[in-house]
């Protein structure tokens, strides 16, 4: 029987190409763990966006339960990870490390099996619907008006900006914002903001009525979603459709989302959820509610397992992670008008890490 080599798991430190901030948080780098999962010649890839302890994570826990496995048996191999971070608990970087071991052995399978990931997971499109997702807090009007033209000369059918600056305590800004943004991208094209739990429920509300002339359809995170009264609050009081969910990391915290009545489309991030093995539950999840499902950032990661779900609303394509894949990996996807096509005659994921490009950002590596 075949079975799992090896694993590795390397963390890079990527700087951003300018300072970038959202409601509650700036920065001016990115952490990346990528994993990969070797067996019989074939390697399976994938990756978090997490502190550098998901590294150590894998390599001191995940990594011994993974070896010896049949790299055929991703459920059994998955269930085996989460019981042995029990004491550890899942969120944080934990729940993270699972995800990006998962993602790897969901990649290493449908190569071993010579198939693209999406055909193995079950496609019912080729093609996923986008928005193109930035806009940050840190940006001047100058920015975020190259930005913004940018993905218009791209055919984005959508975009999103973030918004609540500075714990919500600028709210003229974010207006002002707002108002840069819809003059610059025209009526036709959707205006998403996102205040990352910035605000109250109550000034989320009153943003939203100064702002209703500009049409914004799509009001993530208004408050935390750790807060979900107010955020049922927010939800019953504004025109835009409300949504949350980025932080779950597992099916139950998001079934608890969408138990609340809090959310008009629930989020989830692969790369934090538990992989494409919850992801896909979630899924399922969310469709009991009614409910559609949003891919939370890692694009090249959310668009094989968005394929598969009959639910899926669209994917963000977030401008930090889409700049970081297209750097370190062969074969990242590029959004055209308003959707990402998946390339059919691809084995996996269809990514090769540019490992001569990522070495340069290597902060540590585990073998």
């Not at 819809?182 to 429920?201: H, Q, S």
């Not at 409300?242 to 099916?251: K, L, T």
């Not at 598969?308 to 062969?330: S, V």
Request: proline letters at 3%; glycine letters at 10%.
């Amino acid at each position: 029987m075949t079975s799992i080599d090896r694993v590795e798991a390397d963390v890079f430190t990527i700087p951003t190409d300018a300072p970038e901030g959202d409601g509650t948080y700036a920065w001016e780098s990115t952490t990346m763990t990528v994993v990969r999962v070797f067996a019989a010649g074939q390697v399976g890839t994938g990756w978090t966006y997490g502190p550098a302890e998901c590294g150590s994570i894998v390599h001191s826990t995940l990594g011994s339960v993974v070896v010896g496995r049949d790299p055929m048996d991703v459920a059994g191999t998955w269930e085996l990870m989460v019981r042995a971070v029990r004491n550890s608990g899942r969120q944080g970087a934990v729940g993270y490390a699972i995800s990006a071991v998962d993602a790897a052995l969901w990649d290493l399978k449908a190569r071993l099996l010579g198939v693209s990931l999406q055909a193995l997971l079950g496609a019912q499109r080729q093609a996923v619907p986008v928005y193109a997702s930035g806009g940050f807090t840190t940006y001047d009007d100058r920015q975020l008006e190259e930005q913004l033209s940018g993905w218009m000369d791209a055919g984005a059918t959508a975009v999103k900006i973030k918004i609540g600056e500075s714990w919500g305590t600028k709210p003229e800004r974010d207006l002002a914002r707002m108002t840069q943004a819809r003059r610059l991208i025209g009526p036709d094209v959707a205006l998403f903001v996102d205040a990352n739990g910035g605000y109250t429920a109550k000034q989320a509300i009153g943003v939203m009525r100064d702002a209703d002339d500009l049409d914004v359809r799509w009001f993530e995170e208004p408050v935390s979603s750790d807060h979900l009264s107010e955020l049922a609050q927010v939800r019953a009081a504004v025109r835009a459709e409300v949504a949350a969910g980025e932080y779950g990391y597992d099916i139950f915290s998001l079934r608890r989302l969408c138990e609340s009545g809090a959310v008009d489309v629930l989020q989830a991030d692969v790369t934090r959820c538990g992989g494409i093995t919850d992801w896909l539950r979630v899924a399922a999840v969310a469709a009991s509610f009614g409910l559609q499902l949003s891919g939370h950032c890692a694009p090249n990661l959310h668009v094989h397992v968005a394929a598969a779900i009959p639910n899926i609303r669209h994917l963000e394509w977030f401008h930090d992670h889409d700049r970081i894949e297209r750097k370190f990996f062969d074969g990242a996807l590029v959004p055209r008008d308003g959707v990402v096509t998946l390339r059919s005659s691809a084995l996996g994921n269809g990514l090769t890490l540019r490992e001569s490009e990522a070495e340069q950002f290597l902060v540590k590596s585990y073998r």
